[in-house]
């Protein structure tokens, strides 16, 4: 086997194991340059798309926080099909309406401000559904293991106006003012755009993340005020062994635009940083009833 060949074939298997999906297809792209053994899943080519994926994986973070994931779907997503100009996700059958709820935009009246992803709208894709920005062509495509699947939307209703609904191809007052307080409270502009590579590529690595959650539902994501991503878990993968299965994906390569930056060094076990940016990966000690009663057995 030639060293192209095994090259191809250490791509595939890296992007298989990160995303989900056939070898074959994985393989298929290696061969015709989509992908490497350093970049071995495909990043978002447009600034656009990247943003949205970020700002869907820091509102996923904090709105499931504390809750339940289904076999280790930390965002509500069990694979991945990445592409240069989108994404598809498939959803836990479980967690797909709670996604939908948690992403939606609307105005909470009790909460006392814009929740959601600011201008992210639904709509039908055929049989399926995707998620959109009102501004730009950003788009991710959901697929559910039911080909009849309805998503359940939310409505109206108990102080929540429904943004998405109301306004359907225009932003809403309230989703222009976050946008813009978004840009302007980035105080290193540089620092907010290497935070949306790294978020976008863990939203296209769900296998990966999904190996923190395996053993059972002690796993959380969350984020501090929108930005770095914090990974807590127990049990199932040590925290070196997903680091390093992490990194090995490619999701802390640089990107030739993205500056090198002295916090490009992790200054805790267990950071991955580029750019100023940083994902963080806790692993904890195990509260589950069932762990509890070896321990004391």
């Not at 250490?10 to 490497?36: M, N, Q, V």
């Not at 978020?199 to 053993?215: D, Q, Y």
């Not at 100023?276 to 509890?292: M, Q």
Request: glycine letters at 10%; hydrophobic letters at 35%; charged letters at 25%.
């Amino acid at each position: 086997m030639s060293r192209r060949t095994d090259n191809n074939h250490r791509a595939a298997t890296i992007c298989r194991a990160a995303t989900g999906l056939p070898h074959r297809t994985c393989l298929g792209w290696a061969e015709t340059g989509l992908i490497d053994y350093r970049q071995p899943v495909p990043d978002a080519e447009d600034d656009a798309q990247r943003l949205f994926e970020s700002l869907l994986v820091a509102e996923l973070a904090d709105g499931l926080r504390e809750s339940e994931r289904r076999d280790g779907a930390l965002f509500g997503f069990t694979s991945a099909r990445p592409a240069r100009t989108g994404l598809s996700l498939g959803l836990h059958p479980a967690m797909a309406d709670r996604v939908l709820s948690t992403v939606l935009p609307r105005v909470d009246e009790h909460y006392g401000g814009l929740r959601g992803v600011p201008g992210l709208r639904i709509v039908p894709t055929g049989r399926s559904w995707a998620l959109t920005h009102v501004r730009g062509r950003a788009a991710v495509h959901l697929v559910h293991p039911d080909p009849d699947w309805r998503p359940v939307l939310p409505e109206h209703g108990d102080g929540l106006t429904q943004l998405w609904r109301r306004n359907r191809h225009r932003l809403h007052p309230a989703e222009a003012a976050d946008l813009r307080e978004r840009a302007g409270a980035a105080a290193d502009p540089g620092t907010a755009t290497a935070q949306d590579w790294l978020n976008s590529r863990l939203l296209r690595r769900p296998r990966l993340l999904g190996e923190a959650g395996a053993a059972h539902g002690s796993a959380n994501v969350y984020t501090h005020g929108g930005g770095d991503v914090v990974v807590e878990w127990c049990c199932a993968v040590e925290r070196d062994e997903l680091e390093r299965r992490l990194r090995r994906s490619g999701l802390a390569q640089r990107p030739g635009r993205i500056s090198e930056r002295l916090r490009d060094q992790p200054w805790f076990p267990g950071e991955i940083a580029m750019g100023g940016a940083f994902v963080t990966l806790r692993r904890g000690p195990c509260y589950a009833p069932a762990a509890a009663a070896r321990r004391y057995a």
